[in-house]
């Protein structure tokens, strides 16, 4: 399985990091690292996952403490720049969703090439 997978990503073009049967992928510069490992409990599945607890955590302090400090007599306009930046990184979280599951579909979709041995 994880021979097919190396096939597949090299077939894809896609420049990955392979350390100890976890394989780590740049999908977006700047914006996404998607972790390919093989499920010690299930073989034959793989897990695709990207470190986002520190950014769920933040986006959910951001909201609260922008939501504790704003003050709906002024408007929206003098409200606090903390939900801009919680609005910021939900879309960060989106983008890392939407590159996980495009990679899925296209590892899915891709068939692995037969090498012939020379015969």
């Known amino acids: 399985m994880i021979d ?3 096939q597949k990503l090299d077939q894809l073009g896609e420049n990955y990091v392979e350390k100890n049967g976890l394989f780590k992928i740049k999908v977006l510069p700047f914006f996404c690292a998607i972790h390919i490992k093989k499920d010690r409990k299930g073989e034959g599945r793989l897990s695709f996952y990207s470190n986002q607890l520190i950014e769920i ?3 959910v302090l951001f909201l609260l403490f922008g939501l504790m400090i704003f003050d709906p007599s002024k408007g ?3 409200g606090p720049v903390h939900i801009v930046f919680a609005v910021l990184i939900t879309f960060n979280l989106l983008l890392k969703q939407i590159a996980i599951e495009g990679l899925k579909t296209r590892l899915a979709l891709c068939p692995v090439a037969k090498i012939d041995s020379g015969n």
Do not use: D
């Open 57 to 59: 955590f933040l986006v």
């Open 4 to 6: 097919q997978l190396r």
């Open 76 to 78: 929206f306009t003098y």
